[in-house]
């Protein structure tokens, strides 16, 4: 068998990444694989690991790449090999604060599930991502969960606000410190203009305050946003929270959180199809897996698309 590339970040989940690579490595020897790990730091980010990993002359070719740490590692892992034209078959072993992916595809496995997916595996399994393109600096990423913006961007700012303290990171898990987050983003829940266009067909809402593009319906380790996403169909799921105010939120948390019947609420438009552009008409907050956008007017473009991975049935 080649060799096994690891690329870890270490530090995801506030150093629940360091353990998984320790678990991850000793699986290895015990099946006496020879592996090369890769960390990431401020000077070495994921995407720059995998340009130079493939840079370098495999013989033969590279095969087993195993991705250790949250959903933003994995989204600039993707992306570098989308944007060199590389299908490289990912084995994901989630490590982060909210591992949505994980979530949404192979909850509940162990590093050895997955390790042992990778090695006996016949062939791998195409997972649907959306092709991101911003149409303000005509850049491109892979998203592999979500793009939001908005309400939930600000949460998503917040909890990497406090991921930061200590003390949060000692005793708050992720899953709660996402929800943590939720609560003190409440009182500044923002109110803005966007244009969506889905297969040809328009959209205007004047006072949206989340505005969510996704191949399946969780965010925030495990939350439910979106009740009619079926992630095997391969389409993009469009969920915009409007018209939010006290009333809104009684009525929608409920929905999120127990009932999980968002499709009844007023608040809550849910929109499916292959091609999505999406115009923020205001300066707003974004992100695309968990990493931040400049907080600015911004014209986007999603499409389907997909990448393959090693996942347990």
Known sequence: ??????IC????????GSKVWKETTEILRGFRLNFLSYFTDTSNSADLIVKQIMNRNHTPPLEHLIVIGGDG????????LVEIDKRIPITYIASGSGNDFNHAWSRGATPRTMIETMLYSRTPKEIPVLIERNLTDDTQSVVVNSAGFGFDASVNYNRQQLSQNNFIKRFVSGNNQYRLALALTLPEIPHFNVTAKMDGKVYYFDNSSIVIAMNHGYIGGGMLVDNTVDPEKKEIALAIYHDINLGAVQDILPRVFKTHDHHESEFITQI???????????????????????????????????????LPE
Do not use: C, W
Not at 73 to 80: D, I, M, P, Q, S
């Open 272 to 310: 499916k199809g292959q091609h999505l552009q999406l115009f923020f008409h205001d300066a707003v907050r974004g992100q695309l897996d968990g990493e931040p956008l400049v907080e600015l007017p911004h014209e986007f473009e999603f499409t389907v698309s997909s990448y393959p991975f090693y």
């Open 73 to 80: 590692t994995l989204h600039e892992v993707v992306t570098a």
């Open 1 to 6: 068998m080649n060799r096994v590339h690891i």
């Open 9 to 16: 970040h270490k530090e995801s989940g506030s150093g629940t």
